[in-house]
């Protein structure tokens, strides 16, 4: 088979890839600007277990497909429209297609990622022609099928690119006006396709176009071209499909594509698995006119430029964006918010000023030891025990460690006090050494109610409560009394 002259002159590699780290290699031929994910998500796609050359397993199903295409009369560039839109990774079809054995719903994936263009902040004539060439190659693969699965992805990566927050109202404006011209343009393919491709249907009422979006998106002309595509949409009396559009988890063609989040899902981290800056963290920083140098500085200065958008952005985002699409997912359940990214660790001075304090808590000596920062906080601990256990003390050791660690990357100690005041395990009773804490329930109780009372000017801390009298032994057992008539059997301890 000859390479088609889209590939002819791309640069290539070859490696050796697998579906899984247990499957056998392939020897996978791919540009060589693609990475490892890319070649393994190949052996997913392509049939067979021997060598693949990325061209090639393309034109094995394009090929076909563009056959169909004039035999059906369509006269339009289709093997050079997928070849493209394959080669600058802004879209694929599913493993089926690839295959030659289309699923009862075929489908299709867009890289929004790869639409993004500097002057114009996205490609609309590209993406409005990879949404009939989609529409259409999936119609000639399952010609039958009267549902088609046309979807989006990286829209994080995306906004990225854009310089908009993916919590933002402006991004949300953007999404809704992508999802309504996918639906338009997709709906408008399948209603023009001839008689040939199977039954018609009534298209389904389409949702009225999303408001104007605003300039600073530097999406000029997105809202008016969404708009047109629903109203031209509205003019076709049937469609060729029942559904066109979806929303679906990523498969092996999105890690062809080099999509780093699947569908309109935020971005979760700005490194790559492998190490690095992801390609939507390096974009977005491009965005703002900031380098990586300037990002490191500012993190290590506590001041977060990555901080992951929260459970209910990507809630906001479906419900915008899903009453334009025909098959979306369950909303994602919003659950409790990620943990804020740590602060980085604040060093204490080599000399510490503190004190010492040298105690007794029901009878068992101990010494609680501190380190403070020039301005007088607390940012180290430390707990000497004199004649406990060595395992007991090593673990006195190392909670007191993990207690400056915490104290050192900015935890309050008001939350170490309110979270260890009140524990109860012996020994504990009365204090001896320290008029400010009379009483403890357990060392740790007494040492953080030591810490508050010198720190926090915390004197008002509830005393513990007193200990409650252990039950009396259950044996020797006391029996009730004998009911008249009832006879007693003594009983006797015998011994072998």
């Known amino acids: 088979?000859?390479?088609?002259?889209?590939?002819?002159?791309?640069?290539?590699?070859?490696?050796?890839?697998?579906?899984?780290?247990?499957?056998?290699?392939?020897?996978?031929?791919?540009?060589?600007?693609?990475?490892?994910?890319?070649?393994?998500?190949?052996?997913?796609?392509?049939?067979?277990?021997?060598?693949?050359?990325?061209?090639?397993?393309?034109?094995?199903?394009?090929?076909?497909?563009?056959?169909?295409?004039?035999?059906?009369?369509l006269a339009l560039p289709l093997a050079d429209r997928l070849h493209s839109l394959l080669l600058t990774r802004r879209g694929a079809p599913d493993a089926g297609i690839w295959r030659n054995a289309p699923a009862p719903v075929?489908?299709?994936?867009?890289?929004?990622?790869?639409?993004?263009?500097p002057g114009t902040g996205f490609a609309l004539a590209a993406f409005s022609e990879a949404v009939?060439?989609?529409?259409?190659?999936?119609?000639?693969?399952?010609?039958?099928?009267?549902?088609?699965?046309?979807?989006?992805?990286?829209?994080?990566?995306?906004?990225?690119?854009?310089?908009?927050?993916?919590?933002?109202?402006?991004?949300?404006?953007?999404?809704?006006?992508?999802?309504?011209?996918?639906?338009?343009?997709?709906?408008?393919?399948?209603?023009?396709?001839?008689?040939?491709?199977?039954?018609?249907?009534?298209?389904?009422?389409?949702?009225?176009?999303?408001?104007?979006?605003?300039?600073k998106t530097l999406v000029p002309g997105l809202a008016e071209a969404a708009a047109r595509a629903l109203a031209d949409v509205a003019a076709f009396p049937c469609l060729r499909h029942e559904a066109t559009t979806a929303l679906a988890p990523p498969g092996p063609a999105e890690a062809l594509l080099g999509v780093e989040t699947g569908g309109i899902a935020p971005a979760f981290s700005p490194v790559r698995p492998a190490g690095g800056l992801t390609r939507a963290a390096r974009a977005w920083l491009a965005a703002r006119g900031t380098s990586a140098e300037a990002a490191l500085a500012a993190e290590l200065a506590g001041i977060p430029l990555f901080a992951p958008a929260p459970a209910t952005?990507?809630?906001?985002?479906?419900?915008?964006?899903a009453r334009f699409l025909h098959a979306v997912p369950p909303l994602p359940v919003v659950g409790p918010e990620p943990s804020p990214m740590p602060r980085p660790r604040e060093s204490l001075p080599s000399h510490t000023r503190g004190y010492t304090q040298k105690t007794s808590v029901g009878g068992h000596r101990l010494y609680v030891r501190t380190g403070e920062y020039a301005d007088g906080r607390l940012g180290e601990l430390a707990i000497t025990l004199h004649k406990e256990a060595p395992a007991f003390r090593g673990l006195m050791d190392s909670f007191a460690a993990a207690v400056s660690v915490g104290l050192q990357h900015g935890v309050p100690l008001a939350e170490f006090v309110e979270a260890f005041v009140g524990t109860r395990f012996g020994p504990a009773g009365a204090v001896e050494g320290d008029p400010a804490v009379p009483l403890a329930s357990s060392l740790?109780?007494?040492?953080?109610?030591?810490?508050?009372?010198?720190?926090?000017?915390?004197?008002?801390?509830?005393?513990?409560?007193?200990?409650e009298p252990a039950d009396a032994p259950l044996l020797p057992l006391e029996l009730p009394a004998a009911t008249p008539g009832e006879r007693r059997h003594a009983l006797r301890l015998i011994k072998k």
Do not use: C
């Open 1 to 73: 088979m000859k390479i088609p002259s889209r590939w002819q002159g791309v640069r290539m590699r070859r490696t050796l890839a697998g579906t899984d780290p247990d499957a056998p290699p392939r020897l996978i031929t791919l540009p060589s600007s693609w990475d490892e994910a890319a070649a393994s998500a190949l052996a997913a796609l392509a049939p067979g277990s021997g060598p693949i050359r990325l061209a090639l397993a393309a034109e094995a199903w394009i090929r076909p497909l563009a056959l169909s295409a004039v035999k059906a009369g």
């Open 106 to 117: 075929p489908g299709f994936v867009l890289n929004l990622a790869a639409f993004h263009e």
């Open 132 to 215: 009939e060439t989609a529409v259409l190659a999936l119609a000639l693969a399952r010609p039958d099928a009267t549902r088609l699965a046309l979807r989006i992805a990286d829209l994080a990566g995306l906004l990225a690119a854009l310089g908009l927050d993916y919590e933002s109202a402006e991004a949300r404006d953007v999404a809704a006006a992508i999802a309504a011209l996918l639906r338009g343009h997709a709906d408008a393919a399948s209603a023009s396709l001839p008689s040939s491709f199977g039954a018609s249907s009534r298209p389904s009422p389409l949702p009225a176009a999303p408001a104007s979006i605003p300039v």
């Open 313 to 321: 952005a990507h809630l906001a985002m479906q419900e915008r964006v």
């Open 444 to 467: 740790v109780d007494y040492v953080f109610r030591n810490l508050a009372a010198h720190y926090l000017q915390r004197n008002d801390l509830p005393a513990p409560e007193p200990e």
